[in-house]
């Protein structure tokens, strides 16, 4: 009779336990009104996913993890294991191991790095002050080669064979083989081109000065369309089925359906949006003082942080982002 007892009770505190929880995740479910009060609000179906509760993942929340990286870290990328920092102001690439955030190395590469990319077995570096872009292995950081780009080299993007590489300066994207850093052709786009991405069969380059997006054919550099969008195109990133832009300037980012080009819709996102990353359901923009999360289905806001971040990166679990005046990274 004990034991009934005492399992019924055991019932009764794990259902109320999980009715807490529960209750926590809807609350958190909430849309944000307004940028006055934090909104912790992430997944409105959270509560009902038993896995991000065991990972204790079902709210935008900082967790413990903050990783001190060089100066001034701007772009980031994962290598399937590792985050990988490029330190803008001393010329150095860090390496953070994603599960515990342990650095596990720092390297020397050019001057000024920006961007960084991944190939399947190598990082790419952008290095704007010397017009370069440096591979190095990823198992261990060895240089494999310094390679020219264009004037400006920004953020860069693989296409599974290729890297290719938006110069700022010239108004041009350049195409790298991956195997060697043999410079395959150099295409015209639009005004500062500073970040790419790719859908599967195209590469999309926003242009920071003309505020447009170009959509060119990965296999020969065909532009295929220029897209209008708002001012400032920074940051890309392509969910599957759409390009999302973050607006520097107007404080927006704009989707666009990749087939075609149309604008799907755009949604505000103010004070400066920098980058994007997309976690499989979620759109991440860093920005100069919020970090917002946007449903991808809509584009609806369901959660900001106040936090100054740049570069941003999602390791299949978490969304990594470059806090590059506190010359740090912060794990959500």
Known sequence: ?????????????????????????????????????????????????????????????DTTTSVTVGSQPYGLCFDGANIWSANFNDDTVTKVQANDGQVLGTF????????????????????????????????????????????????????????????????TVSKLRA??????????????????????????????????????????????GTYTVGYGALGIAFDGANMWVANRLDGTVTEL???????????????GPYGVAFDGTYIWLSGDVYTFVLRASDGAQVGFRFLQATGVAFDGAYVWMAETNANQLRKF
């Open 257 to 271: 359906r990749a087939s075609d080009g149309t604008v799907l819709g755009t949604f505000p996102a103010q004070d």
């Open 1 to 61: 009779m004990k034991r009934v007892v005492i399992g019924f009770s055991l019932t009764l505190a794990v259902l109320a336990l999980f009715g807490v929880i529960a209750g926590q995740a809807s609350r958190a479910a909430e849309p944000a009104h307004g940028l006055g009060t934090p909104a912790p609000a992430l997944d409105a179906g959270a509560r009902l996913n038993p896995l991000k509760i065991a990972l204790l993942h079902w709210y935008l929340a």
């Open 108 to 171: 020397k590469v050019g001057a000024q790095p920006y961007g960084v990319t991944f190939d399947g077995a190598n990082v790419w570096v952008s290095n704007q002050g010397d017009i370069t872009v440096t591979k190095l292995r990823a198992y261990d950081g060895k240089n494999l080669g310094t390679f020219r780009a264009g004037r400006g080299p920004s953020w860069m993007t693989f296409d599974g064979a290729n890297v290719w590489v938006p110069n700022g300066a010239d108004n």
């Open 179 to 224: 195997i060697d850093g043999k410079m395959l052709g150099t295409f015209p786009v639009g005004n500062a081109p500073i970040a790419a991405a790719f859908d599967g069969a195209n590469v999309w380059v926003t242009s920071n000065g003309a505020n447009t997006v170009t959509k060119l054919r990965a296999s020969d550099g065909t532009v295929l």
